[in-house]
């Protein structure tokens, strides 16, 4: 498609703030669990963006049939691409059906199209009729997301927003029953910051994207022990950050199958492996893992950074198959507020 200038765009991250802010000047939204999309339409052509820039376009037919019939104007809107499920009165986002959209098989993305068709949530106006939005205080673009999303049908929508932090700070504990895991705060007067922290997220746990690099078989000799993890650096070195594991016995062994096409293998055909630098405390350990090709991305839930690595094991949350594994990198992780020590001691 043609796109207007200054476009396309990378997405305007945020910061991870422990609690909801309560300061003049703030819209509250909730945070959708999802995979984050930058719609670009403009009648029949329609793409879809992912943050990680792994386009999505070709994975969710049914949003760009929507997008185009619904939209008369050219238009690029900010949001994010879900999957509802559940009874009326009982639905929740899902996850892990959303993930199984991400699929190679064109016959596959059809059916699923059908059998769980997703749902897109604008929370931002980008572009609007032949206009930039982008240096537009969010008070301006959400004005207009407004007057546009008032006669959008399922399955598009506009996220709901507050400027009531008390309201906010609710939606943190209820929405969570819901499937949706934060709340957002974005300043009323910033323009669009592409690929800035320039909003504010409070979510329920600490949690990072990682790429898996190898495993270690259990200890038993079958099944995998854990996984080694990795992030790339500023300088586009993949650097192991530490590891996953407390895998049930049935997930062990799945995951040596889930994991076989990845391996790495030697001109004889036999995997190849590596090892972890030792430690005093792992002197007397086995250390050596097989090497995988660095192409799947998983989230995992983490307490705090020891340097550059992770403090302690980290735990499984999901894969993300809407991840550039190349776009995973340090300068996601939460960078606590400075503090002297001679305060805590005090």
Known sequence: MDLPE????????????????????????????????????????VVLDSRGAKPLTRYFPELVAELSRQFTAPVVLDGEIVVRQGRPGSEKLDWETLSQRIHPAESRIN????????????FDLLYLDGKSLLDEPFETRREALELLGASLEAPLHITQTTRDVTLARGWLAEFEGAGLDGVVSKPLAAPYAPNKRAMFKTKHARTADVVVL?????????????????????SGNLLPVGGISAFSDARRQSLVDELAPLVVRGDDGEAVTGETERSRFSASKDVSFVRLRPERVVEVRYDQMEGWRFRHTVQFERWRPDRDPRSVTYEQLEVPAAYDLGDVLA
Do not use: Q
């Open 6 to 45: 200054g476009f396309p765009v990378a997405p305007m991250l945020a910061k991870a703030v422990p609690e909801v802010p309560d300061a003049p000047g703030f819209s509250y939204e909730p945070k959708w669990d999802g995979f984050r999309a930058i719609a670009y339409v403009d009648g029949a052509d």
């Open 111 to 122: 059916k699923l199209a059908v059998e769980t068709p997703a749902s897109f949530v604008a």
């Open 214 to 234: 190898g495993y270690r078989v259990h200890k038993s000799g079958s099944g995998v022990g854990s996984l080694l993890v990795g992030l790339y650096d500023s």
